[in-house]
């Protein structure tokens, strides 16, 4: 979930900060603009590598709890 939130905010605030600096603040600085494009298959590639990294981020420590006691884990603590 936490991949796939941040992942999602990543986006919206990338594409909200490149249409500033395209029809902003290039205009204002340089003079010029560029195209925008949204390279749509990037997207998926970028999306299916960060779900990727967060699941095996999460199944690692998720396994080794499984593996321990948890009312000896609550003792410890």
Known sequence: MIGFFSHLLGLIAGFLLSLLL????????????????????????????????????GFIPARRAAKMNAVDTLRME
């Open 22 to 57: 395209i029809h902003v603040i290039n205009k204002q600085s340089f003079g010029w603009t560029i195209q925008f494009s949204i390279p749509l298959w990037s997207l998926i590639q970028f999306w299916l590598m960060v779900m990727v990294t967060s699941i095996l981020a």
